[in-house]
């Protein structure tokens, strides 16, 4: 049944796959972004109790939810390269880890520039600010493991255990704003059932988490064609690929 | 069009460092992120390149000096001869 995967764990035919997606990713992040982007700060209403400071929300939310869809992809990866010890999946655990380091830092700096207008404050040890703030350290943790050993495979065990250890933080910042009395306020968006939120804030907003998780893809697809060309340096298809394109001799 | 002059856009109805601040550092990262995961393509090509050109180097060495062992062996068995 899953036969027709089997040639995607073949590393020449997956960098060729992502090279040829990534055209149609590119032009769909670059449109769904711009059309996000101009409707998020030029029509979309303002909120009726926070103003313009609102606009904020159309790259933190995105931001935030893609930092956790992330890294819940990177522990489906670091799971796969443990279990059936699959090297692509180590490649592609290794390309996340970086992107889901910016989304976390964005999340937690517009956070943080919105907080400060409609808190008071830029920062506050609150159980959905403390949790974010983990997941950024458990990213960089999973990057400086990836790195830190000669031996890619070895180097992609460690990062992945520590990868699916700290994924017992993804459900804790999801229900943080529900198991404790928090300053963040619940969800919008992602609410069971109806979002509680107007349609002509909730299009835009569509668009630009779209957009924003294709612009992932986007990047995912670069740095894993590095991770693949980096790891199979030796192979001959490799050094004809290079033969043809290294710029000086 | 919520705004209607340019001015009032940039103030956001008072709010403009924060919202500016919040687009300007998320824009500014990503954009860095994009352009060096791409760089780094050019970056691991050339570093691989030059990796291969070593090794080039090493083998024909290695070739040289069991070329010159062996003719010097050979002269050493003909001055014995």
Known sequence: MWKWLHPYANPEVSYHFTGRLLPWFSALAAILL?????WALLFAPADYQQGDSFRIFYIHVPAASLSMGIYFGMAIAALCSLVWQLKLADASAA???????????????????????????????????TSELILLFLYLGVIALHSAFEDKN???KAAG?????????????KYSVEWWNTLHQGSTVSKLGKPSMSLDMLWPFLFC??????????????????EILARNS???????????????K | ????????????????????????????????????SKADHQKIINNIAK?????????????????QASSAQDEAEQATS
Not at chain 1, 34 to 38: F, N, Q
Not at chain 1, 107 to 129: C, E, F, H, N, V
Not at chain 1, 161 to 173: K, Q, R, Y
């Open chain 1, 34 to 38: 711009s059309i996000g982007l101009v």
């Open chain 1, 95 to 129: 390309a996340m880890a970086p992107v889901g380091a910016v989304f976390t830092a964005i999340a937690l700096l517009t956070g943080s520039a919105w907080g400060k207008p409609m808190w008071g404050t830029w920062w506050i040890w609150d159980a959905r600010l």
């Open chain 1, 154 to 156: 070895l180097a992609g």
């Open chain 1, 161 to 173: 255990i520590l990868t699916l250890v700290g994924s017992i933080n993804l459900p804790i910042i």
């Open chain 1, 209 to 226: 988490f779209l957009g924003f998780a294709m612009l992932v893809a986007v990047i995912v697809c670069y740095r894993f064609r590095n």
């Open chain 1, 234 to 248: 030796i192979r001959p298809w490799v050094r004809e690929l290079v033969s043809a394109r290294a710029t000086h």
């Open chain 2, 1 to 36: 069009m919520q705004f209607n002059s340019f001015s009032e856009f940039i103030n956001m109805g008072g709010y403009g460092f924060y919202v500016w601040l919040s687009f300007g550092v998320s824009a500014l990262l990503l954009v860095i992120l994009l352009i060096s």
């Open chain 2, 51 to 67: 990796q291969k050109q070593r090794e080039d180097k090493l083998r024909q060495a290695r070739e040289l000096r069991k070329q």
